[in-house]
């Protein structure tokens, strides 16, 4: 089993930074792959970026490309979601979700089993 729990959201100027953190509890969650989705109200919730359990692979939506950056920190069990030139259009309810998953699945939310309880992040214009 793992717990993940998500930090460093909140209100930002359009332009702004943001660093959301995911620290995870169990033994297991340094051979998980995982990942950030972020759901706005009325809508699917959407890939935003993820790692492998090495971080020697990362993946990003074609959105957040060259604006956000993922990393994580197995000794701390931890992963985070580096956000730059933030836009309104980032706002929404950002997840962290885990599980043991193929490159080819990394994308895709019906891969991980695992998920958070979500942190907001808001952008002003």
């Known amino acids: 089993q793992v717990q993940l729990v998500e930090s460093g959201g909140g209100l930002v100027q359009a332009g702004g930074s943001l660093r959301l953190s995911c620290a995870a509890s169990?033994?297991?969650?340094?051979?998980?792959?995982v990942a950030w989705f972020r759901q706005s109200p009325g809508k699917d919730r959407d890939f935003v970026a993820a790692?492998?359990?090495?971080?020697?692979?990362?993946y990003y939506g074609d959105s957040v490309k060259g604006r956000f950056t993922i990393s994580r920190d197995n000794a701390v069990n931890t992963v985070y979601l580096q956000m730059n030139n933030l836009q309104p259009e980032d706002t929404a309810v950002y997840y962290c979700a885990a599980d043991e998953v193929s490159a080819a699945g990394l994308g895709s939310r019906r891969e991980y089993d695992y998920w958070g309880q979500g942190t907001q992040v808001t952008v002003s214009s």
């Open positions: 790692i492998i359990s090495s971080g020697l692979i990362k």
């Open positions: 169990g033994r297991t969650f340094r051979g998980y792959a």
